[in-house]
């Protein structure tokens, strides 16, 4: 392979990818906050990366996770994680201990395929709506000429009319019986209306879910960085 990609190298926080076609690297970095969940705690003060990544360490002795560090990184990836597992959701990322300013803090970037999965479902079911608009406007034309030749082979209602004696008795007089084409019938068949509804119902559910998502990751670091 003459392809070059380095978007799963998470230690530097970067997903450059090179293409054979005109060798420049693309960067990930503006879209791929849709299914990563970046952020940083503080450490405490004089705390070592050691000390740091051993409090950490629980977190990635769960079932189907396996993780690696070198030096003041440390790399995880999960497969089959069960729901017990805090950071099930993720299922790869990265723990980086830098320093700064202010001090050393913990540097993360985890990824996610549910979150993923979440962002293109009301895409997909906004794509299923306009499909069924546009099936719906082809075949309107079919659908009221086959309404016309309907209404055209049907006779017109009879009106009754009273006898004269019972108009004399004051009878009152029939009703005039409905047409069947008088109401304009609605085109269930390929209404949006469904599309819309799941469209919106998974649109909530990622906005909830990233932002839950990543106050709870980092609740979780802060929590375990501090011996709780």
């Known amino acids: 392979m003459t392809?070059?990609?380095?978007?799963?190298?998470?230690?530097?926080?970067?997903?450059?990818?090179?293409?054979?076609?005109?060798?420049h690297r693309v960067n990930f970095r503006f879209i791929d906050w849709i299914w990563n969940v970046r952020g940083s705690v503080p450490l405490e003060p004089l705390q070592s990366s050691d000390e740091?990544?051993?409090?950490?360490?629980?977190?990635?002795?769960?079932?189907?996770?396996?993780?690696?560090?070198?030096?003041?990184?440390?790399?995880?990836?999960?497969?089959?994680?069960?729901?017990?597992?805090?950071?099930?959701v993720f299922d790869a990322g990265v723990l980086k201990i830098e320093q700064g300013v202010?001090?050393?803090?913990?540097?993360?970037?985890?990824?996610?395929?549910?979150?993923?999965?979440?962002?293109?479902?009301?895409?997909?079911?906004?794509?299923?709506?306009?499909?069924?608009?546009?099936?719906?406007?082809?075949?309107?034309?079919?659908?009221?000429?086959?309404?016309?030749?309907?209404a055209a082979k049907k006779k017109e209602p009879v009106v009754r009319e009273l006898h004269p004696l019972d108009t004399f008795l004051g009878a009152p007089a029939p009703e005039a019986p409905k047409k069947d084409g008088a109401a304009k019938r609605e085109d269930k068949q390929h209404s949006p209306k469904s599309a819309y509804v799941f469209a919106a119902m998974f649109a909530a559910l990622y906005v909830i879910g990233r932002i839950l998502e990543q106050w709870l990751v980092q609740r979780l670091f802060r929590k375990a960085l501090q011996g709780g």
């Open 52 to 88: 740091a990544f051993n409090r950490l360490d629980p977190l990635f002795r769960e079932y189907g996770t396996s993780h690696e560090r070198t030096g003041d990184t440390l790399t995880f990836s999960k497969k089959d994680q069960p729901a017990q597992d805090k950071m099930s």
């Open 3 to 23: 392809d070059q990609a380095t978007s799963r190298n998470f230690a530097g926080f970067e997903q450059p990818l090179t293409t054979p076609s005109n060798g």
């Open 102 to 150: 202010a001090g050393a803090a913990l540097h993360y970037r985890l990824s996610s395929r549910a979150l993923l999965f979440c962002f293109c479902l009301p895409l997909l079911f906004l794509f299923f709506a306009q499909a069924t608009i546009a099936i719906g406007e082809y075949r309107k034309p079919a659908m009221e000429a086959a309404e016309k030749a309907k």
